[in-house]
């Protein structure tokens, strides 16, 4: 049972253009999510979280979307640059103590 | 900032024989560390979670015997896979939550690729 779900495994964008990358989750006590920029044989680094008390939390290009009734969040990078390709996980917890479920990740590649 | 060492970063290992890998929190102490596992593009498995002083909690389907955690101390923790067969072959990453940060405090070291052959 996957509670956390990004439907799109990957995403071509041009460089200068907007990258939106989805998530969607079924367990309505997560309240807590983040997302996560990843290279291939490193960790996860920590790009930006939100709180299910908010709808929006921005940082530089990067603007995070929660819409709860619908149980997705979205992340919008603006403008997007080449440095940007990586693998995208967006994750939620249950609060900050807990662990994170992760989604399967999104792939994204951003042409010069 | 927070900085979460994970060794090695790459090991290959027989068939048969075990596999140590160490999670150290550098300019933290960390009572709970997390360990993950993941699989050639797909995403990151909590396999358990490391508790300073006490057992580890182990996710379901993980064997508590084959994955062996040691939470000895406040800054390391340890993962030895016993008797490694080809199927354990895989990224392993661990974590640990910086205090203070809140949900933000997750850090996660640099990954183990393991190889058994």
């Known amino acids: 049972d996957q509670q956390v779900k990004q439907n799109s495994p990957s995403l071509s964008v041009q460089e200068g253009r907007i990258s939106i990358l989805n998530c969607d989750y079924t367990n309505s006590m997560f309240d807590y999510f983040l997302w996560y920029k990843k290279y291939p044989a490193e960790g996860p680094t920590f790009l930006i979280s939100?709180?299910?008390?908010?709808d929006k939390n921005e940082d530089g290009r990067f603007t995070v979307f929660l819409n709860k009734s619908a149980k997705h969040l979205s992340l919008h990078i603006v403008p997007s640059q080449p440095g940007d390709s990586a693998v995208y996980f967006c994750?939620?917890?249950?609060?900050?103590?807990?662990?994170?479920?992760f989604g399967g990740g999104t792939r994204l590649m951003v042409k010069p | 900032g927070a900085v979460v060492s994970q060794h090695p970063s790459w090991v290959i290992c027989k068939s048969g024989t075990s596999v140590k890998i160490e999670c150290r929190s550098l300019d933290f102490q960390a009572t709970t560390m997390f360990w993950y596992r993941q699989f050639p593009k797909q995403s990151l498995m909590l396999m358990a979670t490391?508790?300073?002083?006490?057992?580890?909690?182990?996710e379901q389907g993980v064997e508590k015997d084959k994955f062996l955690i040691n939470h000895a101390s406040l800054t390391l923790s340890t993962l030895t896979v016993t008797s490694a067969h080809p199927e354990d072959s895989s990224f392993y990453i661990c974590?640990?939550?910086?205090?203070?940060?809140?949900?933000?405090?997750?850090?996660f070291g640099s990954g183990t690729r393991l190889t058994v052959v």
């Open positions: 974590s640990a939550i910086h205090p203070g940060q809140g949900i933000n405090g997750y850090t």
């Open positions: 939100i709180s299910s008390i908010k």
């Open positions: 490391s508790n300073e002083g006490s057992k580890a909690t182990y």
């Open positions: 994750a939620a917890s249950g609060n900050a103590g807990n662990m994170l479920t």
